[in-house]
């Protein structure tokens, strides 16, 4: 069994900082791209940000040059780290693996932690 665990998110006001940070554990043989989505109230869930193994990274037009994704492979971590925070930015964030455990690779999700940008 496999788990992704999101931690880091909170209220923070326009113009702050955040990180966000997910652990996957479990019976992993290996983690391909993982990546960060976001879903605001009466919204869509969306891409925000996601990075292959290699360190390819990609971005939501939205959030470029004021996100950056990485991920430690050592750890099966990935993290987000949000600048210049906005209030439309606030949305629940999901962590995304596509995990070789076993015998087959699968697409896991995170429980969701809220970003909430605010004055």
């Known amino acids: 069994q496999v788990q992704l665990v999101e931690s880091g998110g909170g209220l923070v006001q326009p113009g702050g900082s955040l990180r966000l940070s997910c652990a996957a554990s479990?019976?992993?043989?290996?983690?391909?791209?993982m990546g960060w989505y976001r879903q605001a109230p009466g919204k869509q869930r969306e891409l925000v940000a996601n990075?292959?193994?290699?360190?390819?990274?990609n971005y939501a037009d939205s959030v470029k040059g004021r996100f950056t994704i990485s991920r430690d492979n050592a750890k099966n971590t990935v993290y987000l780290q949000m600048n210049s925070l906005k209030p439309e930015d606030t949305a629940v964030y999901y962590c995304?693996?596509?995990?070789?455990?076993?015998?087959?690779?699968?697409?896991?999700w995170g429980q969701g932690t809220q970003v909430t940008v605010s004055s």
């Open positions: 995304n693996g596509f995990i070789w455990t076993m015998s087959r690779v699968d697409n896991y």
């Open positions: 479990g019976s992993i043989f290996s983690i391909y791209t």
């Open positions: 990075i292959t193994k290699g360190g390819t990274t």
